[in-house]
């Protein structure tokens, strides 16, 4: 009798181990995604405290600003040693001094560098950078081909998507190609530039880089909410790891309960309401440190919508923090909101 596999009951993919990229060892085989505007080093440092995070990576850098140090690029390449190690995520297109500010981020630290094949937004497209790379392999590989050469005791690595639209799925060819003029890791997100983030992760096309690839690990990324959703997309695909972006802007406790799992080990029982609103005040008070009490106010009227999906019915909580003004506004806004819980 054949047996269906349970999709919710997937056993750990077998062989889970922690990656190597290139000289680059890490903990586990979970990456932090990058995603503008909400992975930055406070919730960089959120994610490795609570555990399980091999790699994270700065939001997408503009190689012009990383050579200038604008004030803005000088914000998204804020570190420490605790953020380690840390991947820093270049875009740009062939007439761009991408070689150049691979170098400067070397010179100044940088332990991989990561080249963005994968955004769609029009303002990075346009420039031929993002996922417009993905129109032009060959131009592409001969690009990044001149980025290994001048960073050679730097890992490179490339994000990309499965193709711009279904009639050019290049991912398969593109990385295969990638990996012959040496980059040392792809991360394939399982959507086409034109899904944007509509539909679910395409599990087949990210099955397909993996094969098309013979020795570099391949990173499959898209949709991870569960640990299970991580351990189905490595059994699904056979791809070395998993990159987890908005599931666990919700959730930052997901990468340590992600990564016991596909060790083989229990779930970790989900945090309690009084510990998730620890680790949300935690995540303000170290960007208050990091940026300052505007930059927090301003950032968390916005980021408590991800948190609140963990955290209903939380209206009122959400509710003070449409007009957040000051840390003590903050930390009495989940005070009330604890009560206001305790009294239901
Ligand atoms: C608001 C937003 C910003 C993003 N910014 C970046 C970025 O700077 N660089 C990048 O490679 N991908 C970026 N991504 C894509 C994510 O890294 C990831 O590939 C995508 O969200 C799918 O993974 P997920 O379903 O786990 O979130 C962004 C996604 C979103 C929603």
């Avoid at 930055?40 to 490795?48: G, K, T």
């Avoid at 790379?133 to 001048?150: F, N, S, Y």
């Avoid at 959730?251 to 680790?279: F, N, V």
Wanted: glycine share 8%; proline share 6%.
């Amino acid at each position: 009798m054949t047996t269906i596999p349970d999709p919710t009951r997937a056993a750990p993919a077998p062989g889970v181990s922690p990656l190597r990229i290139g000289s680059v060892q890490l903990a586990t085989n979970l990456l932090v995604a990058p995603i503008a505007g909400y992975t930055d080093l406070a919730y960089r440092l959120i994610a490795r405290r609570l555990g399980g995070v091999g790699l994270a990576c700065t939001d997408l850098l503009c190689p012009q600003g990383v050579l200038r140090q604008t004030a803005h690029t000088r914000i998204l390449m804020q570190t420490c040693e605790e953020d380690s190690p840390l991947c820093y995520q270049l875009f740009g297109a062939e007439n761009d001094p991408l070689v150049e500010a691979a170098r400067w981020c070397v010179d100044h630290g940088a332990r991989i560098i990561d080249i963005n094949m994968g955004c769609p937004a029009d303002k990075v497209t346009q420039r031929r950078g993002g996922s417009a790379l993905l129109c032009d392999p060959d131009g592409t590989v001969r690009m990044v081909e001149k980025i290994v050469a001048a960073i050679p005791n730097t890992p490179v690595t490339a994000k990309l998507r499965l193709g711009w639209d279904d009639q050019h799925i290049v991912a398969p060819y593109l990385a295969r190609r990638l990996e012959e003029v040496g980059v040392q890791l792809i991360t394939i997100h399982g959507r086409t530039t034109e899904m944007g983030f509509s539909g679910s992760a395409r599990l087949d096309g990210i099955a397909e880089v993996v094969s098309a690839v013979g020795r570099i690990p391949v990173v499959g990324n898209g949709d991870i909410r569960t640990p299970q959703d991580a351990a189905r997309m490595m059994q699904v695909t056979r791809c070395a790891g998993v990159m987890i972006g908005r599931g666990a802007l919700s959730a930052p406790w997901l990468y340590r309960d992600t990564w016991e799992h596909l060790s083989g080990r229990s779930i970790p029982t989900p945090p309690t309401l009084e510990e998730k609103c620890q680790i949300l005040r935690n995540h303000f008070d170290l960007h208050v440190q990091l940026r300052g009490e505007h930059s927090a106010a301003c950032e968390f009227r916005t980021r408590i919508s991800w948190y609140a999906k963990e955290m209903h019915p939380c209206r009122p909580l959400k509710d003070a923090l449409r007009q957040l003004d000051s840390a003590v506004r903050f930390h009495c806004a989940v005070d009330d909101f604890l009560r206001w819980r305790a009294s239901m």
